[in-house]
């Protein structure tokens, strides 16, 4: 599958950015062996003072109501299912592997706070990518004093193919060598 760039420029100096929408996956190794699955946000970076992968922020609450519902369905499955007849079909295995995937994501929510490292420098001096309906980034202001703009696209432009990556962290967000 071909992937669509954006192009980004400053109104007020000759910046311009790529902003690629490559297939990656973020995984966090906490150390207990534990590893989490993550997504990455598109942003700026202002050490690298550019447009770059960033952590994805994850808000506890929706996980945390999630958690608590996975729960209690758990518990009436194994209440009506019974303990013999649930270890010959597997019982509820589906929902206790939810459980523990959305354990994990609040685990990862709950270590990062407000922190999104950039995934090149690792800086927290980041922000999220956020263009509104015109394509203007409106609470950000460039070095030049301007403001970043999403370029209109050409349907003609070239397309990418990316191989999907993945992003080893540790648990403070830092890329684990390797």
Not at 10 to 29: E, K, L
Not at 117 to 125: A, D, F, N, P
Request: neutral net charge.
């Amino acid at each position: 599958m071909s992937i669509a760039s954006g192009y980004v420029a400053c109104t007020g100096c000759d910046f311009s950015g790529v902003v690629q929408y490559r297939p990656i996956r973020v995984i966090y190794h906490f150390n207990d062996g534990t590893k989490v699955k993550s997504d990455r946000d598109i942003g700026w970076c202002r050490q690298c003072k550019a447009i770059s992968d960033i952590e994805s922020r994850t808000d506890p609450a929706p996980l945390q109501a999630r958690l608590v519902e996975l729960q209690a369905k758990a518990a009436s499955l194994s209440h009506l299912i019974g303990r013999a007849f649930g270890k010959l079909t597997g019982g509820n295995d589906d929902v206790k592997k939810e459980i523990a995937v959305i354990q994990g994501q609040l685990r990862l929510a709950r270590s990062q706070g407000n922190r999104a490292r950039c995934l090149e420098c690792g800086s927290e001096h980041t922000l999220r990518l956020a263009f509104d309906e015109r394509g203007v980034w409106g609470g950000f202001v460039h070095d030049c004093g301007g403001s970043l703009f999403l370029e209109p696209s050409d349907p003609d432009a070239p397309r990418f193919a990316f191989s999907p990556e993945t992003i080893d962290l540790d648990q403070d967000g830092f890329r684990i060598s390797g």
